[in-house]
């Protein structure tokens, strides 16, 4: 792959989330920071744990763009990471690209191109046409300017060769790519995406334009990161996933308030993170990524509690459900044979607290991660089922 060695570091707990990579004169360095719940081990066991941590970090990163949008720093771009595992394993099953060529020739054989034969000389006979010189097509792979580019950029896929496990040296690049004509290149490329209306050709092109991109001559780096600080998000939609979010019943019910007069606050209702129904029941879950030991607030409570006696009195004429069940979702590292721990319940106190209890449940968020990346639902919620609130 590279004559420089590869050190692997795990961050166990960390307030980020991602991968790194490092690059000095002697070796590269890949920092994992793992999520709550994860250790060294699960990452070490897994060869395909680093697209799964990659693409759990994938809806904090959207949601942040939501949130924030770009904030305008041009300089400091986004490491096209998924760029570039995508053109390693693309270059591991298809090897180099080859711009197919059409050929032709005078009676070589091949395939007939009758458009190109018929408008060369003909001769009439006996009423019938004749060609004596008939247009043969062949086609013909040779390697181009985008093969040379894509040799460029598979040298600079570190991080691509490791987790594509890619046993290859550094290719000769016969173009020469710097800073002063890496733009030319880019625009070329580009130009190319626009008249392409091949799926792979301009998944390939795009992956080019992205690395390329990255590192042009106003990015050098020398750590590459893809890292969320945000990774609350991430578990969020997830569990919100994983459980099947029913959007309309989400909606139907939410706490509301009102002032008097109208005119002088803004309506700003309280959405919970989650809810779906199985069955007689409805189910819902406040996602909080916290470490091990902390546990939601007593306004988090009060929500949850507000969720819950919204949900009752707008079901009670309904005879189809019958039971609530609300939860708190942690993460954590589930040690015994099961994917969740319940540890206990949270409520208000009051005349009604008994009614509107709080699960605590640690989930396993291995299990988790697995489950999302393999793109599966939770479909057991039995464990869910505690200090039911009748409607």
């Known amino acids: 792959m590279t004559n420089k060695k590869i050190e692997i570091n795990y ?12 690059n000095n004169n002697d070796n590269i360095i890949i920092n994992l920071y793992l999520p709550i719940g994860i250790t060294k081990a699960d990452a070490e066991c897994d060869d395909n ?6 693409n759990s970090i994938l809806p904090a990163k959207k949601k942040s763009i939501e949130l924030y949008g770009n904030l305008g720093n041009n300089i400091v771009k986004e490491w096209p990471i ?11 099953q298809h090897g180099l690209y080859k711009e ?12 007939i191109n009758w458009k190109k034969t018929i408008n060369r000389e003909s001769i009439i006979y006996s009423n019938s046409v004749y060609y004596p010189n008939i247009v043969f097509e062949s086609n013909e792979k040779n390697h181009t300017i985008i093969t040379e580019l894509q040799k460029f950029c598979i040298n600079k896929c570190i991080i691509g060769k490791y987790i594509c496990k890619l046993e290859e040296e550094m290719y000769n690049v016969n173009i020469i790519i710097n800073d002063n004509n890496i733009d030319y290149y880019i625009n070329l490329l580009k130009k190319e995406l626009f008249t392409t209306f091949e799926d792979y050709k301009k998944q390939l092109l795009n992956s080019l334009i992205n690395i390329l991109s990255y590192y042009s001559s106003d990015n050098i780096m020398t750590v590459n990161s893809y890292i969320t600080y945000e990774y609350h998000y991430s578990w969020e939609y997830m569990i919100a996933y994983l459980f099947g979010n029913n959007e ?6 939410l706490p509301k308030h009102e002032y008097t007069p109208n005119n002088i606050g803004r309506q700003s209702p ?9 069955d007689d029941s409805i189910f819902i879950i406040d996602s909080k990524y916290y470490s091990k030991g902390n546990v939601p607030a007593t306004s988090d409570i009060c929500k949850q509690t507000e969720y819950c006696r919204t949900a009752k009195s707008k079901l009670k004429n309904n005879s189809s459900k019958r039971q609530i069940y609300n939860s708190f979702i942690l993460p954590s590292k589930i040690d015994e044979s099961s994917i969740y721990k319940y540890i ?4 208000m106190i009051g005349d009604d607290s008994n009614l509107y209890k709080i699960n605590v449940i640690y989930l396993d968020t291995l299990y988790i991660m697995n489950m999302f990346y393999e793109g599966n639902r939770i479909q057991d919620v039995e464990f869910l089922k505690r200090n039911e609130c009748i409607i």
């Open 270 to 278: 309280l959405i919970p993170d989650t809810i779906f129904s199985r």
């Open 344 to 347: 206990g319940y949270a409520n």
């Open 82 to 92: 998924y760029s570039e595992i995508w053109l390693v394993k693309d270059y591991i």
């Open 248 to 253: 309309k019943l989400r909606k139907e019910l």
């Open 11 to 22: 961050f166990e707990n960390s307030p980020k989330v991602g991968i790194e990579q490092l």
């Open 49 to 54: 744990f680093i697209y799964k941590l990659i």
């Open 100 to 111: 197919i060529e059409k050929k032709y020739n005078i009676n070589n054989g091949g395939k």
